[in-house]
């Protein structure tokens, strides 16, 4: 749905209303990743701006929130969150097992990473340290055996994190 809001230039405090979508489809997701999608110029100065608000992602396989919105299979309340999310579905996987494997790569490393799934390159599954800056890559096997062990309940809108994966993991 498009909206119209009031914008005020943080650099040269000019005023102007702009039209934003909350809700974008596949065709958006390349725009949605690299952020495009949110910068906008300033007629006056020039400044380019990037706006962070709240917006729904639909496609045919999922949906998912940046925000709070009704009826999507995940929400997110970060961008790198939503970042990370249409990553992992897009590649086919399950959030809460790249949960689980994320803490496992943590615990054999002895430290806190905040890692973010970042794609897989040659059955290489590769995570981006926000910590660190830096991106570390795993065989995809710890998260086939995590696949082939647990069973994962069906979640609708929640948000799954680090902090609460585990509890739609079941034996």
């Known amino acids: 749905m498009r909206k119209r809001i009031d914008f005020i230039c943080p650099t040269c405090k000019n005023k102007k209303r702009i039209t934003i979508n909350d809700e974008y489809n596949e065709t958006h997701i390349d725009k949605i990743l690299d952020r495009s999608l949110f910068?906008?110029?300033?007629?006056?100065c020039n400044t380019n701006i990037y706006?962070?608000?709240?917006?729904?992602?639909?496609?045919?396989?999922y949906s998912l929130s940046y925000g709070e919105f009704e009826d999507v299979d995940r929400m997110c309340s970060?961008?790198?969150d939503i970042k990370e999310k249409i990553l992992i579905y897009e590649d086919k996987l399950n959030d809460c097992l790249i949960e689980l494997s994320k803490r496992k790569i943590e615990h054999d490393l002895?430290?806190?990473l905040d890692l973010r799934y970042d794609g897989i390159v040659e059955d290489k599954l590769v995570f981006y340290s926000l910590k660190e800056e830096k991106s570390y890559s795993f065989n995809k096997e710890l998260?086939?055996?995590?696949?082939?062990?647990?069973?994962?309940v069906n979640i609708n809108n929640e948000e799954v994190n680090s902090s609460n994966y585990f509890k739609y993991i079941k034996d």
């Open 39 to 44: 910068n906008i110029k300033c007629d006056k």
């Open 51 to 61: 706006l962070d608000y709240k917006f729904v992602l639909k496609t045919p396989n």
């Open 78 to 80: 970060t961008y790198d």
């Open 110 to 112: 002895e430290k806190e």
């Open 143 to 152: 998260y086939d055996y995590y696949v082939n062990k647990y069973k994962v």
